[in-house]
């Protein structure tokens, strides 16, 4: 049995982003997540340890704002990929943190095969 209890209660944008990120990884034809700059035209896999790089969480008055950096794997549909992907971040989000979304925007930084 739930009750409501009096108060206000903050998530940071860091947890968040963790949360994100894992629920990206969950994703079919995610490979991982990339660094939000590409240095020398290469986008580099992030270890899972560091997931929240290639995350931007920005609040607004509408909700949390995310942009998930990415790489997708060969071979697969780009579109249903980010569209899958994005769809499940938001189910996470607002499922398990209660968190407004703004938007969530999927950036392609790559495509390299599964490790």
């Known amino acids: ?14 947890v968040i982003a963790d949360l994100a990120g894992y629920a ?4 079919y034809g995610v490979v991982g997540m990339a660094a939000p700059t590409l240095t020398d035209g290469i986008a580099k896999l992030l270890p899972a340890a560091r997931l ?6 920005e609040s607004t008055d ?11 794997e060969n071979g ?13 971040v938001r189910f996470v989000l607002t499922d398990l943190a ?3 979304i703004a938007s969530i925007e999927v950036h392609v ?3 390299r095969g599964r490790a």
């Open 1 to 14: 049995m739930s009750e409501t209890v009096p108060g206000a209660l903050s998530i940071s944008n860091e």
């Open 24 to 27: 990206a990884l969950e994703s």
């Open 52 to 57: 929240r790089r290639g995350i931007i969480v």
């Open 62 to 72: 509408e909700g949390v704002r995310i942009d998930l950096y990415v790489i997708i």
């Open 76 to 88: 697969t549909n780009l579109s249903t990929v980010s569209h899958n992907l994005a769809d499940g």
């Open 98 to 100: 209660q968190v407004d």
């Open 109 to 111: 930084q790559g495509i």
